[in-house]
Nanobody
Framework: VQLQASGGGLVQVGDSLRLSCTASGHTFSSSVMAWFRQDPGKDREFVAAIRWNAGTTYCSDSVKTRFTISRDTDKNMVYLQMNSLRPEDTATYYC???????????????WGQGTLVTVSS
């Protein structure tokens, strides 16, 4: 299943962005949906995850006071609301689907193409 991430862009420090992820023709039922981010030359970093059915969320300590993951079961969409953006949040953000809320990329079996977020100071 090909996931589609969108919503990235160029913003200023302190701005907000909302990323979206969907998979046409497929539901996320019983899945865990997650957001990772990656800078060139660095490992892919866990940002947040949500259990699709229960809505339980998990968030990296580095962003938990500023980022919120959510889902809309009617629209089959997963969101990452990012507030108070900082230059260090600059990365390509990927949505992913797996069975468990893992903090590493390996267990996730479907990935989106990534959407670039650039935070300018």
């Amino acid at each position: 299943v090909q996931l589609q991430a969108s919503g990235g862009g160029l913003v200023q420090v302190g701005d907000s962005l909302r990323l979206s992820c969907t998979a046409s023709g497929h539901t996320f039922s019983s899945s865990v949906m997650a957001w990772f981010r990656q800078d060139p030359g660095k490992d892919r970093e866990f940002v947040a995850a949500i259990r699709w059915n229960a809505g339980t969320t998990y968030c990296s300590d580095s962003v938990k006071t500023r980022f919120t993951i959510s889902r809309d079961t009617d629209k089959n969409m997963v969101y990452l609301q990012m507030n108070s953006l900082r230059p260090e949040d600059t990365a390509t953000y990927y949505c992913a689907r797996g069975w468990h809320p893992a903090l590493i990329p390996g267990p996730y079996y479907d990935w989106g193409q990534g959407t670039l977020v650039t935070v300018s100071s």
